[in-house]
C-alpha cells in the first residue's frame, strides 16, 4: 500500500530534549516536505526536499533542521524543542517533475507537546 | 503576502444535498490548485486537483471550479454522505517557483458537517 509513515504519532516531551520524528514513503517520490498545523494558522510549510541531499527551507523554518539521505527518509529534528513548537506535524511527499506539479501525499500526523 | 482563504468556516448540509465549498485566492501567479480533505485524527486526503489552463475539472461526485477573473476556486459535491464530513482545504501552488514556494499554500479549511 502506497503511503506516508510518521513516527512518533504522540509525543509529550521537556523543553530542551533533543527530537526526531521520522518520514518514510515508499512511493519512490522525489519530493518531501514537513508542514505544521495550528489552530487559525492552517498548514505552513517547515522545510521541504526536491530529492536526496538537497533540502530548503520553507515558511517557518525557525528551529527546526531535516536532512535527506536516502530518498524514502525525511527526519525533522527538533535540537532545542521549545513550547511553541507544540503543534500537529505532518510528513508529505509527491513526483517532482521539473515545472509540472504534482499532488502531496501526507502522513496522518505526529502530535508534539512540549512543555 | 498574499494567502489563499476560504469565505466559510462552517458548513453544514443535508444528507443527499450538494454542498459547494468556496476559496478565494489573491496570488496571480498561482497556476495548480488542489483540494484536501481533511478526517479527524488524519492526514489531508487528496481530492482533486485543477491547472490554471482549466476552468472546471470532475472526479466521482466532485467537481472543482476556477474562475480566474475573481480567483476564486470552488468544490463542489454531489449527494454529501455521512462519510463526507471532514475539514475542506484549498491549497494553491506556484508552478517552478522554487525560493520555498515549491510547497502549497493552504486555506484554513472549512468544516462541513452533514446533517442526517
Known amino acids: 500500500e502506497a503511503q506516508v509513515t510518521q513516527n512518533p504519532r504522540y509525543l509529550i516531551t521537556v523543553t530542551g530534549k533533543k527530537l526526531t520524528v521520522t518520514c518514510s514513503q515508499n512511493?519512490?517520490?522525489?519530493?518531501m516536505s514537513w508542514y505544521r498545523q495550528d489552530p487559525g494558522l492552517g498548514l505552513r510549510q517547515i522545510y521541504y526536499?526536491?530529492?536526496?541531499?538537497?533540502?530548503d527551507k520553507g515558511d517557518v523554518p525557525e528551529g527546526y533542521k531535516v536532512s535527506r539521505k536516502e530518498k524514502r527518509n525525511f527526519p525533522l529534528i527538533l535540537e532545542s524543542p521549545s513550547p511553541n513548537q507544540t503543534s500537529l506535524y505532518f510528513c508529505?511527499?509527491?513526483?517532482?517533475?521539473?515545472?509540472?506539479?504534482?499532488?502531496?501525499?501526507f502522513g496522518d500526523g505526529t502530535r508534539l507537546s512540549i512543555l | 503576502g498574499e494567502n489563499v482563504g476560504l469565505h466559510l468556516p462552517t458548513l453544514s448540509v443535508q444528507e443527499g444535498d450538494n454542498s459547494i465549498i468556496n476559496c478565494a485566492y489573491s496570488?496571480?501567479?498561482?497556476?495548480?490548485f488542489i483540494w484536501y480533505k481533511q478526517e479527524s485524527g488524519k492526514g489531508p486526503q487528496f481530492i482533486i486537483d485543477i491547472r490554471s489552463n482549466m476552468d472546471k475539472r470532475q472526479g466521482q461526485r466532485v467537481t472543482v471550479l476556477l474562475n480566474k477573473t475573481v480567483k476564486h476556486l470552488s468544490l463542489q459535491i454531489a449527494a454529501t454522505q455521512p462519510g463526507d464530513s471532514a475539514v475542506y482545504f484549498c491549497a494553491e501552488n506556484i508552478r517552478g517557483s522554487g525560493g520555498g514556494a515549491d510547497g502549497l499554500t493552504f486555506g484554513k479549511g472549512t468544516h462541513l458537517i452533514i446533517q442526517p
Open positions: 508529505a511527499s509527491s513526483h517532482y517533475r521539473g515545472r509540472s506539479n504534482q499532488p502531496q501525499h
Open positions: 496570488n496571480s501567479a498561482s497556476d495548480y
Open positions: 512511493m519512490n517520490h522525489e519530493y
Open positions: 526536499s526536491m530529492n536526496v541531499e538537497v533540502t
